[in-house]
């Protein structure tokens, strides 16, 4: 099999980053120089195997997501397996192992029975539905402005779209002459029309917190009632 030495090299490197270790830190080891360890992760080098294992002990991986075989792609074939049958990144399943990891045995027990309370009550599909739909308007509204603004600038330059954008909010700060040109109306009735169009996304965006914040609080009463009879 060949082995493609740039992609181990990466995830070498991603795994020492993630420990917080130097290149000097993981080669002192390893028991080999931090210039080697460069070397493996820019891919000049492939790692013999006997050091290929003692990293994969080091990082608690397997050795076959080293080499960037496709069944160990995210750390393990359980962690493989997991992600992919969740739709889950690797990054958010290693967050949730860790919340229900944490804490003395009592606190764990607690946070443990807390996390199933929370994705087996029937509001936690709601809560997700409303918080997808949430971060979804505000992304368009944060966008929205932006990628109208550039049309006009596409259109009618963007000096004429900046006066206009002024003459919007101070209408004063413009000379009667420059107000009057027809193209220049055109611009602030454009810039008005979007202008309006946003309001309405910030109507969408707050209704859309609103909900979000209804189904969290619905969530959560269900969790506290299922903790009274427990």
Not at 2 to 11: H, L, V
Request: aromatic share 10%; charged share 30%; glycine share 6%.
């Amino acid at each position: 099999m060949e082995y493609d030495f740039e992609q181990i090299g990466k995830s070498i490197k991603e795994e020492r980053k993630k420990n917080g270790w130097t290149q000097e830190e993981l080669g002192k080891m390893l028991c080999i120089s931090g210039k080697q360890i460069s070397n493996y992760e820019k891919g000049k080098l492939l790692p013999p195997q006997d050091v290929l294992l003692e990293m994969a002990r080091l990082f608690n991986c397997e050795y076959g997501y080293l080499l960037g075989e496709e069944s160990y792609k995210d750390g393990s074939k359980l962690n493989t397996a997991i992600c992919e049958s969740l739709g889950l990144s690797c990054k958010a399943v290693e967050s949730l192992r860790r919340a229900t990891h944490k804490g003395l045995e009592k606190e764990l027990a607690e946070r443990q029975q807390a996390i199933n309370s929370l994705f087996e009550s029937p509001y936690f599909g709601e809560f997700i539905d409303c918080l997808v739909e949430a971060v979804d308007i505000s992304r368009n509204l944060n966008s929205f402005n932006e990628v109208h603004y550039q049309k006009l600038i596409n259109r009618y330059g963007e000096k004429i779209v900046d006066q206009a954008t002024i003459f919007c909010s101070f209408s004063e700060a413009i000379s009667t002459d420059y107000a009057s040109d027809p193209i220049f109306q055109e611009v602030v009735k454009e810039i008005e029309s979007v202008i309006d169009k946003g309001r309405n996304q910030e109507y969408a965006q707050k209704v859309a917190r609103y909900e979000l914040r209804e189904s969290f609080e619905c969530l959560i009463r269900n969790i506290e009632s299922a903790e009274k009879f427990v």
